[in-house]
Structure formats: structure tokens, C-alpha cells
């Protein structure tokens, strides 16, 4: 089975200071890794994946994600936030080994950028 | 940029009510998924479909739902009789293939289920 924690409900930072979203995961095989982001009243929309190479991997609107076999994390990192970051952020992680194209999703972290 | 267009945006139903939400996903993908988000919940796997079949679902996905792809373009879910429990926001993805290197899936904006 295949599971996904974030373990913060939400993450509070200033506008032009760096952020991370952090995400950890559990398969039992090598692990497809992804981000999503949703604004209000809209879908999941992509923002980056680590398939396999390099382990930092740069996405939309300058976020950036970092795989970390050994610690089973997947964390999402901004240098610099904007207000207009605010939203919600899901990680998700496939299993390349299942046999399915199934993601399982975490609960989501809340990011408020102030000001 | 392509996109998964799902309609209505919002319905409301009354309970015991059969519902079809609908979604038309990407030209040239071959899988399609649906998912459900719980107010204030994680978004949730229900069904994923291919080759005009199901190929995975989860336990949520009991007999009072069914996927169906009527025609070559749109990709339906059923609600046979909805319960209050169903009020979520539904979304609907589809994506290129399922093989090493895919981008993920495509996701719809939803559609915003509300049973009374």
C-alpha cells in the first residue's frame, strides 16, 4: 500500500521569504512523486514531478521539490513566496512497481503567504 | 493547453436521487480517473478506467456508482441514489499513459456536488 503524510495543516510565511511544504511517503517499490496546487474553486493543478534522476526537480511558478530516498521525503521549496502562492498544496505519490496509475493523495498543507 | 472539462460546475440533488456528473477529458489520453474531495478532506481515488473498462477502484466506489464512456469524447460518473455522505467536489482526470515518464494526470476544475 501507498500512503502520503503532510504533516502540517498549514505553513504561515512572510511574502520574500523562502518556504517548504514538506512531504513524506511510503511505497513498497520506487516511487513516482508529485505536486499539486489548488485555488479556490478550482482544480488540482501540476506543478512538478520527480520520476527518477536528479533529485531536486524545478516545476511551475519557481517552486522547486527535493526527493530524499533515505528519508522518504519529497518537500516543496520556494525561495522567495509571493501572496500570490497562497493555496492549497497535495503530494501525491504513485507506486512504479503496483501496476496501477492510482495516485494517493495527502491531506493537503494550507500555505499563507502575508504581506 | 489542453483540458479536462467537466460540467455541471455545481448541482445540487435530493437524496435518494440518481446523478451523472460529466467530464470530457484530453483528446490523446488513454486513461481516465475520478476522484472526490471531502470538504475540508484529502482528495480520494474512486475509479480509473481504460481501454473501456475499470482497471482500479477503491472501496469507496460500491455499487451505487458507475463510470461509463458513452462515446468516443465524454467520460461519465453515476450516482444511482445519492446520500448526504456523496456531497463532495468530484474531479475528473485523464492522462497520456500509465508508463514510465507519464506527467501525472490532467485534473478537471470539478463539480461540486451538494446533496439535500
Known amino acids: 500500500a501507498q500512503s502520503v503524510a503532510q504533516p502540517e495543516d498549514q505553513v504561515n510565511v512572510a511574502e520574500g521569504n523562502p518556504l517548504t511544504v514538506k512531504c513524506t511517503y511510503s511505497v513498497s517499490g520506487n516511487p513516482y512523486l508529485f505536486w499539486y496546487v489548488q485555488y479556490p474553486n478550482r482544480g488540482l493543478q501540476f506543478l512538478l514531478k520527480y520520476i527518477t534522476g536528479d533529485n531536486l526537480v524545478k516545476g511551475s511558478y519557481g517552486f522547486e521539490a527535493e526527493f530524499n530516498k533515505s528519508q522518504t521525503s519529497f518537500h516543496l521549496k520556494k525561495p522567495s513566496a509571493l501572496v500570490s502562492d497562497s493555496a492549497l498544496y497535495f503530494c501525491?505519490?504513485?507506486?512504479?512497481?503496483?501496476?496501477?496509475?492510482?495516485?494517493?493523495f495527502g491531506k493537503g498543507t494550507m500555505l499563507l503567504v502575508s504581506p | 493547453e489542453p483540458e479536462v472539462t467537466q460540467t455541471p460546475s455545481h448541482q445540487v440533488t435530493q437524496m435518494g436521487q440518481e446523478v451523472i456528473l460529466r467530464c470530457v477529458p484530453i483528446?490523446?489520453?488513454?486513461?481516465f480517473y475520478w476522484y472526490r474531495q471531502i470538504l475540508g478532506q484529502k482528495v480520494e481515488f474512486l475509479v480509473s478506467?481504460?481501454?473501456?473498462?475499470?482497471?482500479?477502484k477503491s472501496e469507496i466506489f460500491d455499487d451505487q456508482f458507475s463510470v461509463e464512456r458513452p462515446d468516443g469524447s465524454n467520460f461519465t460518473l453515476k450516482i444511482r441514489s445519492t446520500k448526504l455522505e456523496d456531497s463532495a467536489m468530484y474531479f475528473c482526470?485523464?492522462?497520456?499513459?500509465?508508463?514510465?515518464?507519464?506527467?501525472?494526470?490532467?485534473f478537471g476544475s470539478g463539480t461540486r456536488l451538494t446533496v439535500v
Open positions: 501525491a505519490v504513485r507506486d512504479v512497481n503496483s501496476g496501477y496509475s492510482t495516485l494517493t
Open positions: 478506467f481504460y481501454n473501456n473498462e475499470i482497471s482500479e
Open positions: 482526470a485523464s492522462s497520456e499513459g500509465f508508463a514510465t515518464g507519464d506527467s501525472g494526470y490532467t
Open positions: 483528446s490523446n489520453h488513454l486513461y
